[in-house]
């Protein structure tokens, strides 16, 4: 599972990094530690985050969406069930899994696929007690691209909502050895044409877990436990 991690990048990195042409905004982003939309009291606290899509000529395109997603029937409301990651199952059909949840059925059959970037992620090891936190992150790129699925939403006031969820599949060695069974999809940047363009059956085929070769991992304080912490985990004692 992959529902806690961090964007910390201006939009001059990252559109740099997805080789955009297009005059990038000021500023950038700056959360330490990001997660999906949650219920507060009565209301919602949403998170929203950059989305790359591919527009009609094929070129790639950021939108902002909120995470996670919001099917077309909660009409722009927080689904009563988990939606922040979509999992495809190794051993099992995909007509199963992805193709067949009513949650994301739409958005893959109608090719809706994005990339979301992320600096790192956090995983927990399920062995320890209490549950120790890890950031994972990509050796040589200082922003990963994980595969996602975005759809729309209607509110019942009539507004247009973008929203997005996480692909994850089996976990490889570096995530089994911190005691973690998902792993998130990423797609390498050789492929984002691919995952974004190609054909069902071509994405399909992405949804691999990544290479272990390709990730580091390091155990970072238990402080990262509670969502309100947003500080640079990295130049953090490994303290509670």
């Known amino acids: 599972m992959c529902a806690r991690g961090a964007q910390v990048f201006s939009w001059q990195q ?53 995470w996670p997603l919001i099917p077309y029937w909660c009409h722009g409301e927080l ?17 199963k899994t992805v193709a067949s949840k009513p949650a994301f059925r739409d958005a893959w059959q109608k090719n809706r696929r994005c990339l979301i970037p992320f600096s790192w992620f956090y995983e927990w090891d399920q062995r320890t007690k209490p549950k120790q936190p890890w950031m994972v992150s990509l050796k040589n790129e200082a922003i990963m691209m994980m595969a996602g699925l975005w759809d729309t939403t209607q509110t019942r006031a009539g507004d247009t909502w973008l929203s997005c969820t996480i692909m994850t599949t089996a976990p490889n060695d570096l995530l089994q050895s911190i005691g973690h069974h998902r792993s998130p999809v990423l797609i390498e ?12 059956n071509q994405a399909q085929d992405l949804l691999q877990p990544p290479p272990s070769n390709d990730l580091q991992s390091q155990p970072v304080s238990m402080k990262i436990n509670n969502p309100k912490f947003n500080e640079d985990i990295r130049i953090i004692d490994n303290k509670p």
């Open 14 to 66: 990252l559109f740099a990094h997805l080789s955009l042409t297009d005059t990038p905004p000021e500023g950038g982003l700056q959360r330490f530690n990001l997660s999906p939309s949650q219920a507060v009291g009565e209301g919602v606290a949403w998170t929203r985050v950059p989305a790359v899509v591919s527009d009609d000529s094929h070129s790639p395109k950021v939108h902002g969406m909120i």
């Open 79 to 95: 689904p009563r069930f988990s939606t922040a990651n979509c999992r495809s199952e190794p051993d099992e059909a995909f007509t």
């Open 189 to 200: 940047k050789e492929h984002w044409h691919t995952w974004l363009s190609g054909s069902a």
